[in-house]
């Protein structure tokens, strides 16, 4: 049985991947556990799809797979077709210190969840963007302030029927938040100091912040959140 599914969405990343993905498979196989990697490419408009089924060939413990642009979508892909006892997502940018795996894999089963918290982002802009959403997300929806965004974080794939997990964007951590404080998981946070991407450029803007705050008020005044909890 597979003991780990982590899930790489990739977007416009054709001259990183690989790197990433070999010092990800370096670290993992000294853990001595099961896993398997799933490369989700998504709306990218270089050779990154191209680039995802050739490595899938090349690495035994890799898959690939495709799904329409957008970052919820590539992890909802990915949590579809994930096989392992426990599921993680992460960006493929190589801004993840691969050490913290390991880290989190050591804790895994004391908690609902473990993940990373960015104790040092690539500017103050994106620390103060940080520290907004957490708390702007914590005293609309009382959960604990945490970093939202937060990746890698690893649960329980079996979870994944209760969370029905539906964002296509980015929204998806804040919705993963939302609906695991009305769970009551066990949360912990590890810290993780970012570090400097391997390339290409951050694909945030300001429309990903308007967007995320669009979100934020469409999940706050629909009835989204009080149909999910319906389903419990």
Do not use: C
Not at 38 to 56: A, F, P
């Amino acid at each position: 049985m597979i003991y780990l599914s982590l899930i790489l969405p990739v977007h416009n990343e054709e001259d990183i991947i690989e790197k990433v993905l070999k010092e990800i498979i370096i670290t993992l196989d000294k853990t001595k556990i099961t896993y398997e990697i799933l490369l989700i490419e998504n709306g990218s408009t270089d050779r990154s799809q191209k680039i995802v089924i050739e490595l899938s060939k090349k690495y035994s413990k890799v898959r690939s797979f495709v799904s329409p642009k957008g970052y919820g979508n590539a992890v909802l892909k990915g949590l579809r077709e994930s096989k392992g006892q426990y599921v993680s997502y992460m960006p493929s940018d190589g801004q993840v210190e691969t050490s913290v795996l390991p880290k989190l894999l050591k804790e895994v089963d004391q908690y609902d969840l473990i993940k990373v918290r960015r104790v040092k982002r690539e500017s103050i802009v994106r620390d103060l963007t940080t520290f907004t959403f957490s708390k702007v997300i914590s005293l609309l929806f009382n959960t604990q302030s945490i970093d939202i965004n937060g990746s890698p974080r690893i649960f329980l794939r079996k979870h994944l029927s209760k969370l029905k997990l539906r964002a296509k964007d980015s929204f998806i951590d804040a919705e993963f938040l939302i609906k695991i404080s009305r769970l009551n998981w066990k949360i912990k946070e590890i810290p993780m100091a970012n570090i400097e991407r391997y390339g290409g450029k951050s694909t945030r803007s300001i429309n990903t912040y308007l967007e995320f705050f669009h979100n934020i008020l469409d999940y706050k005044f629909s009835p989204k959140l009080k149909l999910w909890q319906q389903t419990l």
